[in-house]
C-alpha cells in the first residue's frame, strides 16, 4: 500500500509539473494582456505531433524534442505577430472566438496532415526499462520526466524572479499601463512570452507523448487542467501556477488511484463502485470551488 | 454593446414568419423533404439554446463558457424521466428546467464572485466538472450516453410524427422568445442591462447586483436545460458530448454570429451555422478548416454578427 501511494505520489509530481510548463505560459498571457487564449492546448497538441515527425525523421527522441520545441515557438512567433497581436484590443468574447477557430483549424489541419489514427513516439531506447528507486521500481523516463519538469521550473523561477526581463513581466502582470509609462516595450516583451509559452507547450506535449496517445483532442482535456491550475493559483502569478499545478497534479493522481479502494473500504461495494471513478473526475474541481469560495483571486494574486 | 432591440415594428412580419413555421412540416411533405422536419426542428431547439446563452451573455454580460453544461444536464434529465415513467412533456420539460436551472444556480452562485477572464475558465471548468461527472456515471450509460425510451407525449397526445414534434418545439421556442423579449423590455431586464453597462453605479444605486445577476444566470440555464430536453426528445439520446466545452464554444459561435445582445440574435447564428455545416459537411469531412476561417473572418472584420446588418437604424 505504501508503495503503491509512493509511486502514485511520484505520478501526480510528473503530471503536475508537466502542467506546470503549460500553465505557465498561459497564466503570463492572461496575466499581462489579459488575453484569454483557448489554443493554448493546440500548441501542446501540435508541439507533441511536431517532436513524434522529427523524432521519427532522426530517429532520436532527443534531436526530435529540440527540433519540435524549436518548431512549435516558431509557430508561436508567427501567430503572435498575425492575430494575436491584433486580439489584445478586443474585447474576450473577440478572443475567445478567434482562439476557438485556431483550435478548430489546427485539430483539423492535424487530422489531414497525420491522420485520425494516434502517432507513436518512442521514449529514448536508454531509458525505457524501469529503475530502483529506494526499494521500488519506477519507470526511468518518468524520473527523467521529473528531472526536466523541476530543471524548467527551477529555471523559470530564477528568469522571472531574479533576472531584468523576469522583473518587467512581473511589472507587466501586476500592472500594464504603469509598466509601459515606465518606458518598457510590452509588446514585444509579449512577443517573447507568448513564444517562450509555445515552447514549454510543445515541450511538455514531447514529453508526455510517449506516455500518451499523440492524437488529436489531446490539447482540450489539458488545457482545461491548466485553466484549474490557474483559477487555484491566480493568474499572472508564476508562483501560484507552480503551486496550483502540483496541487492540481497530486490531487488528480492520488484521487483517481486510491479514491476507490478507500471508498470500497468504507461504503457498501455497490455504492462505492459507482461513486468512486465519479468522484475522483471531479475531485479536482470541488477543490477549485472550495479554493474559489474562500479565495476569489486564488492562492497568489498577482494583482494584489 | 446595444440594447435589446425591441422588434415590435416589425409585429406583421413575426405573424407571417409564424405562419410559414406553421406551415413547414407540411410544404416540406409536399416537396417530398421530410428528413428536413428533423433537421428544422434541430435548428429551432439550437435557436433556443442560443438564445438562452444569448441572455446571459448579451444581456446580463456574464461571459459564460459553461452554457452547454445546462443544456446537456436537460437532455439527461429529460432521458432520467422517461425511464422512470414521467412521460407528459409538462412535467418532463419543467423538471428538465428546474434541475438545469438548480445547477445554474450552484454554479452561478460559485462564479459569480469572480470577474473577467476569471469567470469564463471557471464557469468552463464547472462545465467540464459535469461532463466528467456524466462520462463517468456507469448509471447514466457513460460514454455512451442515455438512450431515450420513446418520446414524451402532450396531454395524452404522442409527439412521434416529426411534424407534431416540430410544432411542440416551436411552441416552446415561441413561448421563450415572446418570455425573453418581454424580459427584455421589463424592469428585470432594464436593471441586468444597466449593470452590464456599469456595475459600480447600480451597486451605488443600492441594487442588488449579485442577486440579479444570478437569477439571469438561472434563468438562461434552465431554458438551455429545456433545449436540452426537447434536443434528446429529437435524436433519442442524450449524450456525454452535449456537455462537452466545445458544445459551449459553438453555442458561443451562433450567439456571435447571429449578434451579441439583439432578441432574435441566438435564433439566427443558430440557422446560419447549422446551415452552414450542412452544406459545408456535403462537400469535404474537413470543413471545420473553412469554419474556423470564417470565424476568424467575422472576428476580425464583422465583430457585431448578422442581426446587427438589419439593425443598422437602432444605433
Redesign the interface.
Known amino acids: 500500500m505504501t508503495q503503491l501511494i509512493l509511486e502514485q505520489a511520484l505520478n501526480g509530481l510528473q503530471f503536475g509539473l508537466m502542467l506546470f510548463l503549460l500553465a505557465a505560459g498561459l497564466t503570463l498571457v492572461f496575466g499581462i494582456m489579459d488575453c484569454i487564449n483557448l489554443a493554448h492546448g493546440s500548441l501542446y497538441m501540435i508541439g507533441a505531433y511536431l517532436v513524434a515527425a522529427a523524432a521519427q525523421a532522426a530517429d532520436s527522441f532527443w534531436i526530435g524534442l529540440a527540433t519540435g520545441v524549436a518548431a512549435t515557438a516558431l509557430l508561436g512567433l508567427v501567430l503572435e505577430l498575425t492575430l494575436f497581436r491584433q486580439l489584445y484590443k478586443r474585447d474576450h468574447l473577440s478572443q475567445v472566438l478567434a482562439t476557438f477557430a485556431l483550435i478548430l483549424i489546427s485539430n483539423e489541419a492535424v487530422r489531414l496532415i497525420w491522420g485520425a489514427q494516434p502517432v507513436m513516439l518512442n521514449p529514448p531506447a536508454a531509458l525505457s526499462g524501469p529503475l530502483e528507486v529506494g526499494g521500488f521500481f519506477y519507470p526511468a523516463y518518468r524520473l527523467v520526466i521529473i528531472a526536466c519538469g523541476l530543471a524548467v521550473a527551477g529555471l523559470l523561477y530564477l528568469l522571472v524572479a531574479k533576472s531584468r526581463i523576469g522583473m518587467w513581466v512581473r511589472a507587466g502582470a501586476a500592472n500594464r499601463e504603469m509598466t509601459e509609462a515606465l518606458g518598457i516595450n510590452v509588446q514585444g516583451l509579449f512577443t517573447l512570452v507568448f513564444v517562450f509559452g509555445a515552447a514549454l507547450c510543445a515541450l511538455a506535449g514531447g514529453l508526455l507523448g510517449p506516455l500518451l496517445a499523440v492524437q488529436v483532442g489531446m490539447g482540450e482535456s489539458v488545457l482545461i487542467l491548466a485553466f484549474v491550475v490557474i483559477i487555484i493559483g491566480g493568474i499572472g502569478s508564476i508562483r501560484g501556477a507552480l503551486v496550483g499545478s502540483l496541487i492540481v497534479g497530486t490531487v488528480d493522481t492520488l484521487g483517481r488511484a486510491l479514491l476507490p479502494t478507500l471508498l470500497r473500504a468504507t461504503l457498501p461495494a455497490d455504492a462505492a463502485s459507482t461513486l468512486g471513478p465519479a468522484l475522483a473526475s471531479i475531485l479536482i474541481y470541488l477543490l477549485m470551488a472550495g479554493i474559489l469560495f474562500f479565495k476569489p483571486q486564488g492562492l497568489f494574486p498577482a494583482r494584489a | 454593446m446595444a440594447f435589446y432591440h425591441s422588434a415590435r415594428h416589425r409585429e406583421a412580419l413575426s405573424i407571417g414568419l409564424i405562419g410559414v413555421m406553421i406551415a413547414l412540416p407540411a410544404l416540406l411533405t409536399a416537396c417530398g423533404q421530410e428528413f428536413y422536419i428533423g433537421f428544422a426542428s434541430r435548428i429551432l431547439i439550437f435557436a433556443l439554446a442560443a438564445s438562452s446563452l444569448n441572455l446571459v451573455?448579451g444581456f446580463g454580460g456574464m461571459?459564460s463558457?459553461g452554457h452547454a453544461a445546462f443544456f446537456g444536464i436537460g437532455a439527461y434529465a429529460a432521458a432520467i424521466c422517461l425511464r422512470s415513467g414521467i412521460t407528459d412533456a409538462l412535467l418532463v420539460l419543467p423538471l428538465a428546467m428546474a434541475v438545469a436551472g438548480l445547477f445554474a444556480l450552484l454554479v452561478g452562485a460559485?462564479s459569480l464572485?469572480?470577474r473577467?477572464?476569471?469567470f469564463?475558465?471557471?464557469t468552463?471548468?464547472?462545465g467540464?466538472?459535469a461532463y466528467?461527472?456524466v462520462?463517468?456515471?456507469?448509471?447514466w450509460g457513460g460514454d455512451d450516453g442515455l438512450a431515450l425510451v420513446g418520446r414524451m407525449t402532450f396531454a395524452g397526445f404522442g409527439l412521434h410524427g416529426e411534424a407534431a414534434f416540430f410544432h411542440a418545439v416551436l411552441a416552446c421556442l415561441g413561448l421563450s422568445m415572446l418570455f425573453l423579449g418581454r424580459l427584455a423590455e421589463a424592469r428585470f431586464g432594464r436593471v441586468i442591462q444597466a449593470i452590464r453597462e456599469n456595475e459600480t453605479r447600480m451597486e451605488a444605486l443600492g441594487f442588488p447586483v449579485f442577486h440579479y445577476r444570478l437569477s439571469c444566470f438561472v434563468i438562461g440555464g434552465a431554458l438551455a436545460g429545456l433545449a436540452g430536453a426537447l434536443l434528446a426528445n429529437l435524436t433519442g439520446l442524450a449524450s456525454p458530448s452535449l456537455l462537452q466545452?466545445?458544445q459551449s464554444?459553438t453555442l458561443?459561435?451562433m450567439v456571435?454570429i447571429g449578434g451579441?445582445g439583439y432578441l432574435y440574435g441566438g435564433l439566427l447564428g443558430a440557422l446560419v451555422l447549422l446551415c452552414l455545416e450542412e452544406v459545408l459537411a456535403g462537400f469535404t469531412v474537413?470543413w471545420?478548416?473553412g469554419?474556423?476561417?470564417?470565424?476568424?473572418t467575422?472576428?476580425?472584420y464583422a465583430?457585431k454578427g448578422v442581426a446587427a446588418l438589419f439593425a443598422k437604424t437602432h444605433d
Open positions: 451573455l461571459f463558457l460559485l464572485r469572480t473577467g477572464v476569471y469564463i475558465m471557471i468552463l471548468a464547472f467540464q466538472m466528467y461527472l462520462v463517468s456515471a456507469r448509471a466545452w466545445t464554444g458561443l459561435v456571435i451579441v474537413h471545420h478548416i469554419l474556423g476561417l470564417l470565424l476568424l467575422i472576428v476580425l465583430p
